[in-house]
């Protein structure tokens, strides 16, 4: 079993920054692939960034490129999201989520194990 706890979410104006965390405990070994997901309401859960654990290879949705980074402390078990020059419509609840593939599957159903999801509200 594999936990995942995000934090760092809150209300920010356009243009502001913002960085998720997400600490990863149990058999963290395992899961080669770490990705943050949002859902915004009424719509479905998308992928926005994942980032690989033995090579730190990342991948991010054209709607975040060049503002979000994502990276992952090993030592740590933690993943994060730097999230710059934000925007109105990347208000959403995200969520980090870890999978034991050695790619990074942009759908969620690859994914195996989930947080709770944290808020992140952009006004404008």
């Known amino acids: 079993q594999v936990q995942l706890v995000e934090s760092g979410g809150g209300l920010v104006q356009a243009g502001g920054s913002l960085r998720l965390s997400c600490a990863a405990s149990g058999r963290t070994f395992s899961m080669n692939t770490m990705g943050w997901f949002r859902q915004a309401p009424g719509k479905e859960r998308e992928f926005a960034a994942a980032?690989?654990?033995?090579?730190?290879?990342?991948d991010y949705a054209d709607s975040v490129k060049g503002r979000f980074t994502i990276s992952r402390d090993n030592a740590k078990n933690t993943v994060y999201l730097q999230m710059n020059s934000l925007k109105p419509e990347d208000t959403a609840v995200y969520y980090c989520?870890?999978?034991?593939?050695?790619?990074?599957?942009?759908?969620?159903?690859?994914?195996?194990?989930w947080g709770q999801g944290t808020q992140v509200t952009v006004s404008s």
């Open positions: 980032i690989t654990r033995i090579d730190s290879l990342t």
């Open positions: 989520a870890a999978t034991p593939r050695y790619t990074i599957p942009w759908s969620d159903r690859a994914y195996d194990y």
